[in-house]
């Protein structure tokens, strides 16, 4: 027996649920219900994947983003109390300098390898349903540029979480 | 596909039709509603009795049945009838919303397990990172129930759990990496067909020790059981829950067992493979209650971990060794020793 449904309706059913939740983690009053919210716009986005024939992105949006990202937003929201901002927020002497220098660093590197490689991408897009045991070898023999840049953009992004978690003793 | 009935005298064959076509028995029957209702009642009970044997009790004996098998029933009639204590303050929606997804949660996964070649609700491409995805929601959750219950003590053991289940499920998917090599694919069907020959638990045996460890510290069992100590936090998250909320969660977390016990039979003890003289389904659930029965009797004879040792057990010899299975692996798969058995 066939329960399938028509693609239209899914469509919809996913942008209604996707949007609403959308709007309501940018409007909740309680910080905790903006987070649910969150969760189930990313649980919408990871629907729209599997609807495009892609279900590995599709559970594995879920997994990282409702099962990792939203966590540490609920952690941050329950465990940090509100207090009032400090004033004096400017970085010291020498840490913005240092930031614009490694921003500008990034962002030539990433420049460079795409100006060098780039032209060697092939025209066409991969074929939509890509098996999984095709995804390794598409990702890093096809389209390894895209796959360096990322691998740069995540170091970059984990520097600065470093420099901002860091204690000073 | 049926037709939908356009006349009156259609209806009697097009519910027959309904009733009887795969859909409708693999979700609502076997192995789907029922099946799982009737496993985990089953649970509870088995569990009770068997740690009542292990310290030399009788347990559970007069709600009828051998044994007292229908204590179960008499349990949940019980806490249906409790009144619902909700505690000043909780945050209401959240409170009763969250354990019924719970359920939904615990439930869920069991559309990808393989309990035979043909029973099966839905035969996915992607049905071991589907159940990882849908298992990494149950922290959040619990998180959210315990802030839910505005009390001291349920937070205290949402926190520990959240910590837990995280830093456990590294080790417990890094583990499943090796097997999804050996048999080369994501589909649990698949995966047992692989084991016709050689179950993995012989060339994955350390993944699959990291993996059943891993997977008690996911079920917070003993000696995992930090986020319900009893002599610290009453009972955990779950402290405020009473009547009818208790027992969905308790469902939950029996729905939970069963779906680790069958998950470590897929990967590990070759699914429903096995002798040809019982049906392949048997197989199936009686390897995933022996592996039921092996981490409950820890229970029964462990002491509780300290908080240190369980981080460090996690971090520093788990998430190693699941990490030099994988090697292991890929050096026996390179060499081709596993090619008798057609690895």
Same mark, same amino acid.
């Given at each position: ?95 913005? @300098?240092?930031? $614009?220098?490694? %921003?500008? *660093?990034? &962002?030539?590197?990433? !420049? ?38 990322? @691998?740069?953009? $995540?170091?970059? %992004?984990? *520097?600065? &979480?470093?420099?901002? !978690?860091?204690?000073?003793? | ?289 022996v592996v039921a029965t092996f981490i409950i009797i820890p229970r029964g004879v462990y002491a509780r971990l300290r908080v240190d040792l369980l981080i460090k057990i996690g971090w520093t010899r788990l998430l190693i060794l699941a990490l030099a299975n994988v090697f292991i692996t890929v050096v026996l798969l390179s060499t081709g020793i596993l090619s008798a058995w057609g690895l």
């Amino acid at each position: 027996m066939d329960l399938s449904v028509p693609p239209d309706i899914t469509f919809v059913v996913l942008t209604t649920i996707t949007l609403l939740a959308a709007i309501m983690a940018l409007q909740a009053k309680e910080l905790i219900y903006g987070a649910i919210s969150l969760a189930i716009s990313f649980i919408g986005i990871a629907g729209f994947f599997v609807s495009l024939d892609a279900p590995y992105l599709g559970m594995l949006q879920i997994a990282v983003y409702v099962g990792a990202v939203v966590v540490l937003i609920l952690f941050t929201i329950m465990l940090v109390r509100r207090e009032e901002p400090d004033k004096d927020e400017s970085p010291e002497t020498g840490e913005g @300098a240092a930031g $614009l220098w490694l %921003a500008g *660093l990034l &962002a030539v590197s990433i !420049a460079g390898i795409a100006a060098l490689a780039g032209p060697n991408l092939p025209a066409t897009p991969p074929e939509a349903n890509l098996p999984i045991s095709q995804l390794g070898p598409v990702l890093a023999g096809t389209y390894p540029v895209p796959l360096i840049i990322m @691998a740069l953009l $995540l170091s970059g %992004a984990l *520097l600065g &979480a470093l420099v901002l !978690a860091k204690v000073d003793k | 596909m049926v037709n939908l009935p356009t006349t009156p005298a259609d209806i009697i064959p097009f519910i027959i039709a309904v009733v009887t076509s795969h859909t409708f028995i693999t979700l609502v029957i076997f192995p789907g509603l029922i099946h799982l209702t009737v496993v985990v009642m089953f649970l509870t009970w088995y569990e009770r009795k068997l740690l009542a044997r292990i310290q030399l009790r009788i347990g559970p004996l007069y709600a009828g049945g051998p044994g007292g098998i229908l204590q179960p029933i008499a349990d949940g009639v019980k806490l249906i009838f409790k009144e619902v204590m909700i505690p000043y303050k909780a945050d209401k929606p959240l409170f009763l919303g969250i354990p019924l997804s719970l359920v939904f949660l615990g439930a869920l996964p069991f559309a990808v397990i393989p309990f035979g070649q043909h029973w099966v609700i839905a035969n996915l491409d992607v049905g071991l990172v589907f159940i990882f995805a849908v298992t990494s929601l149950f922290p959040s959750m619990i998180l959210i129930f315990a802030w839910a219950s505005n009390s001291k003590y349920p937070f205290l053991g949402g926190l520990r759990s959240l910590f837990q289940q995280v830093a456990y499920e590294i080790p417990m998917w890094i583990s499943a990496l090796s097997v999804v090599m050996l048999a080369g694919s994501l589909n649990l069907v698949q995966i047992v067909n692989a084991q016709q020959k050689i179950w993995f638990i012989v060339p994955a045996f350390i993944s699959f020790v990291v993996f059943f460890i891993a997977s008690m510290a996911e079920l917070e069992r003993l000696p995992f059981d930090l986020p319900e100590a009893e002599p610290e936090l009453v009972a955990g998250w779950f402290t405020e829950s009473s009547g009818a909320i208790f027992m969905v969660i308790f469902l939950a977390l029996y729905m939970k067992l069963y779906l680790m016990s069958s998950l470590i039979t897929v990967l590990f003890l070759g699914g429903w493979w096995g002798p040809a003289f019982l049906p392949q389904p048997i197989w199936f659930i009686l390897k995933a209650l022996v592996v039921a029965t092996f981490i409950i009797i820890p229970r029964g004879v462990y002491a509780r971990l300290r908080v240190d040792l369980l981080i460090k057990i996690g971090w520093t010899r788990l998430l190693i060794l699941a990490l030099a299975n994988v090697f292991i692996t890929v050096v026996l798969l390179s060499t081709g020793i596993l090619s008798a058995w057609g690895l």
